[in-house]
T-cell receptor, first 111, second 114 residues
């Protein structure tokens, strides 16, 4: 079945460092891809999305490009802030099914 | 903004109790979902509903049931709570089955069964 694999955390960075969180997927069709973020004590918020190959999703300085050839959707940010500390989830959605999530990656940014 | 409201942020229940977790959305979304979140396991789908009075089992439905009598409300029921159901429960809704829309999540209910 469909699945999402993302890099295990925690990821610990200093403020202004470059961030990459790897995400790869397995799917039989042409899913939409998402990154969700969960701040401490809260539910998940949609961070960005891409619905077809080569699309780039972006929001709040974060970016991810839908790469069909490598079945990847890696999350990047050029300069992280302490306020970016959260858990990040990669997810895919195929028509007729519910969202499938990766296990989440915890990011901790120190000043 | 779409809002998904879960009635309780924290609950403590005793083993064997029947537990109701309530979720309400205010934007006329067709689809509603219940996930549980556990460390190292991510989010796992319990049940979902694409319409009123309709329900479908997700990946881990055992020990749970759901009710959707009105479009805006989707309740998760633990028939007889057990300690292995201690978890964070997240409700979500989406506008349609078009995959591009994504889901809107509630703030979660952290349930402890003692």
């Amino acid at each position: 079945g469909d699945s999402v694999t993302q890099m295990e955390g925690p990821v610990t960075l200093s403020e202004e460092a470059f961030l990459t969180i790897n995400c790869t997927y397995t799917a039989t069709g042409y899913p939409s891809l998402f990154w969700y973020v969960q701040y401490p004590g809260e539910g998940l918020q949609l961070l960005l999305k891409a619905t077809k190959a080569d699309d780039k999703g972006s929001n709040k300085g974060f970016e991810a490009t839908y790469r069909k050839e490598t079945t990847s959707f890696h999350l990047e940010k050029g300069s992280v802030q302490v306020s970016d500390s959260a858990v990040y989830f990669c997810a895919l959605n195929q028509a007729g099914t519910a969202l499938i999530f990766g296990k989440g990656t915890t990011l901790s940014v120190s000043s | 903004d779409v809002k998904v409201t879960q009635s309780s942020r924290y609950l403590v229940k005793r083993t064997g109790e029947k537990v109701f977790l309530e979720c309400v959305q205010d934007m006329d979304h067709e689809n509603m979902f219940w996930y549980r979140q556990d460390p190292g396991l991510g989010l796992r789908l319990i049940y979902f509903s694409y319409d009123v009075k309709m329900k479908e089992k997700g990946d881990i439905p055992e020990g749970y049931s759901v009710s959707r009598e009105k479009k805006e409300r989707f309740s998760l029921i633990l028939e007889s709570a057990s300690t292995n159901q201690t978890s964070m429960y997240l409700c979500a809704s989406s506008f349609s089955q078009i995959t591009a829309y994504g889901y809107t999540f509630g703030s979660g209910t952290r349930l402890t069964v003692v």
